[in-house]
Nanobody, 124 residues
Framework: QVQLVESGGGLVQAGGSLRLSCAASGRTFISYAMGWFRQAPGKEREFVAAISWSGDNTYYADSVKGRFTISRDNAKNTVYLQMNSLKPEDTAVYYC?????????????????WGQGTQVTVSS
């Protein structure tokens, strides 16, 4: 089993930045692709970004491309989401997740482990 613990959420003004962190337990972290999803009230869970286990490949939703950057530090068992130029529509609970299968990076049901979520609120 893998435990994911997220941090870094908070309240920020539009145009500001936040960096989310996700610390993973277990010795198999290096074998997992990692993803970030978000969910706003009344909306479906939305793919945000993903990174391969090696860190060589990254994937982004069109809505965040150019503003968000996903990265990982396997030595620290941690994945990050740097969020710049934040918009009110980025307001959501952000979830870190780990993926062990070879399926799509974009579909939440293909991720095996999830963090508790961290709230990001962007004010106008």
């Amino acid at each position: 089993q893998v435990q994911l613990v997220e941090s870094g959420g908070g309240l920020v003004q539009a145009g500001g930045s936040l960096r989310l962190s996700c610390a993973a337990s277990g010795r198999t972290f290096i074998s997992y692709a990692m993803g970030w999803f978000r969910q706003a009230p009344g909306k479906e869970r939305e793919f945000v970004a993903a990174i391969s286990w090696s860190g060589d490949n990254t994937y982004y939703a069109d809505s965040v491309k150019g503003r968000f950057t996903i990265s990982r530090d396997n030595a620290k068992n941690t994945v990050y989401l740097q969020m710049n130029s934040l918009k009110p529509e980025d307001t959501a609970v952000y979830y870190c997740s780990a993926k062990t299968n070879s399926g799509s990076y974009y579909y939440f049901a293909l991720y095996d482990y999830w963090g508790q979520g961290t709230q990001v609120t962007v004010s106008s």
